[in-house]
C-alpha cells in the first residue's frame, strides 16, 4: 500500500523542483519532506528523484511513477468527495448550458431545483451550439441532431415545430395555402438553421422541400427571431411550444402558417460526461427527466419518405 502522504511529497516536489519550496507550500519542516520522499522511494525500491544544479529533477522511473502518483491522488480526492456528499447536504457548484430555444423552459426549472437544493451554486449558460467536452460537473441541452461528441447522450423528447407570420405581415403579402407559394415570401432565418433546404411533410404522407430565399434579417437568438417575424419581417421557421407561450401574453401577434405541413420534430438531447456522477449532478439529471413536458415526449419524430 501507498501512504498518501509521501505520494503528496513526491507529486509536489516534482511540480516546484525544490524541497525548500514545497516544504513552505505544504507546511511541513524541509527535513520531513525528505524522508518521506526518501521513504517512497525504499517502498519502490527506485531513486525518483536526482539533484541537477540547484533543481531536482525526476529520474527515469520518477518520470514514470509520476503519471501513476497523480492518478492516485486523484481517485483519493474523488473517494473523499464522494464520501462527504453522503454525510452532507446537495451542494456546491454545477453548470447548465441549454439551447437558446428552451432558455425560457429552463429558467422557471432552475428556480425550482435551487428551491430544493438551497446549499447549491448553478451557473448557467444558453448556447447555440453543441458542447465538444464538458466538466464533471456540468450539464448540456441540446436541440436538434447531437453530433459525436464523447458525451452521454439521453433523448428527453422532441420539439415540433412549424411556419409562423404575423396577421398583419400575410395581409399585405398574401396567405398560404401550399408550400410552393413560400418562394414568393420574405423569409426570416435563425443562424442559417434552414440554409440547406427545409423538407415538410404533409399529415397526407406527401413531401415538400422548400429551398428559402436568401435572409434580409438573419439573427442568432430564438428572442430576436421571435421577434422579428411577430414583428412583420416575413415567414419563420419556430417551436409551437414557444408560441403558445407567447402567446399567452401576446395574443394575436402570430398565425400558423400551412398548418398541416410540419418539417420533422427536433429532438431535445441530455448531453452529461460518462462515468460516476456526484450527487449534485444525479440530483440535476433526474429534476431535468421530472421537469420535460408532457408535450415534448409526445411528439415523436415523423417519418420521412425515402
Known sequence: ????????????????????????????????????????????????????????????????????????LAMAAHSREALSELREEISGNITLEVHGVLARWIASVVNDFLKHHSKLELTLHTLEAPPTKMHSNSVHIWLGAPHECGLNQELLGHLSHGLYASPGYLADAGYLDHPKQLETHAWVDLLDTAASGLLLHHNNGSDYMFSPPRSRLRVDSIALHLDAIACGQGVGLLPHWLVENREQHHPGELTHCLPGWEPTPLPITMLYAYGHHSRRVNALLEFLREQAPLAWQNQPALATNE
Not at 511540480?15 to 513552505?24: D, H, M, V
Not at 529533477?57 to 492518478?71: D, K, M, S, V
Open 1 to 72: 500500500m501507498y501512504d498518501f502522504d509521501e505520494l503528496t511529497a513526491f507529486a509536489d516536489v516534482m511540480a516546484t523542483g525544490s524541497l525548500t519550496r514545497s516544504a513552505q507550500k505544504l507546511g511541513l519542516a524541509k527535513s520531513t519532506l525528505s524522508r518521506r520522499i526518501s521513504q517512497l522511494e525504499t517502498r519502490l525500491n527506485q531513486p525518483l528523484l536526482r539533484r541537477q544544479a540547484n533543481r531536482l529533477i525526476p529520474t527515469e522511473a520518477g518520470q514514470l511513477f509520476h503519471g501513476y502518483c497523480n492518478e492516485l
